[in-house]
């Protein structure tokens, strides 16, 4: 089956290219694009396509509260930020959102298209710089566990992996455990830190390592 994909930007010109370069690729369908999230949020939620990719910064609504309202409606569809900003602030409150991805504007179409193939298949894509700054900020100053970090020093390793983009048979093969092992790792990450996606994982992971929020 095709990928089912929207795009929500206020860029007439990165919707011609973005949207050329989807309806070109023949696994993905392509369902429309919208200028900000309120123009297309009632038909989104409506058609629930496998993926949304959107923009941050746009008139009326920003892609993070737009993220954030759609993804408490239809939970199954996967939010993949693509932006100009690559700051942490950004980065973490896309996450906390609800998105499973984040890509900046300057990424090359295959990198895109593979990205978004990799959200549908269960990956948590980034682009390199953003996928370090999340590495970095599960770094805390102080040697050893936090305080009030609820997780295990492997299942701090399974969310790390799971940060950078790593599917759950890559995480597998890295940590020498089986698929299953893995599965049963994310289920305790989210009942121990009450979540109930990657990209909220992250985040509040982020801010329990007491990582920095600089740009």
């Keep these: 089956m095709k990928i089912s994909i929207v795009l929500i930007?206020?860029?007439?010109?990165t919707r011609r290219l973005i949207s050329?370069?989807?309806r070109e690729a023949p696994d993905f369908s392509y369902m429309g694009d919208y200028s900000n999230p309120i123009a297309g949020m009632e038909r989104i939620i409506r058609i629930r396509p496998d993926v949304v990719l959107s923009d941050i910064n746009m008139p009326e609504?920003?892609?993070?509260?737009?993220?954030?309202?759609?993804?408490?409606?239809?939970?199954?569809t996967q939010f993949v930020m693509l932006t100009v900003f690559g700051d942490t602030d950004h980065i973490f409150d896309a996450l906390r959102a609800g998105a499973a991805g984040y890509l900046l504007k300057s990424t090359p179409r295959e990198e895109?298209?593979?990205?978004?193939?990799e959200v549908h298949a269960g990956g948590s894509p980034m682009t390199t710089d953003v996928a370090r700054k999340v590495v970095q900020s599960f770094r805390p100053v102080n040697k050893g566990q936090a305080p009030d970090?609820?997780?295990?020093?492997?299942?701090r390793m399974v969310?790390?992996?799971?940060?950078?983009?790593?599917?759950?048979k890559e995480i597998a093969?890295?940590?020498?455990?089986?698929?299953?092992?893995?599965?049963t790792y994310i289920r305790r990450i989210y009942e121990k830190l009450h979540v109930r996606s990657r990209g909220q994982a992250v985040a509040k992971f982020y801010k329990i390592s007491g990582g920095s929020t600089g740009g």
Excluded: C, F
Excluded at 61 to 76: D, F, L, Q, T, Y
Excluded at 149 to 155: A, K, V
């Design 61 to 76: 609504m920003s892609g993070i509260e737009g993220v954030r309202r759609m993804k408490a409606e239809i939970p199954h």
């Design 173 to 183: 093969s890295q940590l020498g455990i089986s698929v299953t092992t893995v599965n």
């Design 112 to 117: 895109l298209l593979n990205a978004l193939r």
């Design 149 to 155: 970090d609820p997780l295990s020093e492997r299942e």
């Design 9 to 13: 930007d206020d860029d007439p010109e």
């Design 159 to 168: 969310l790390e992996l799971l940060a950078t983009g790593n599917l759950y």
């Design 20 to 22: 050329g370069w989807l």
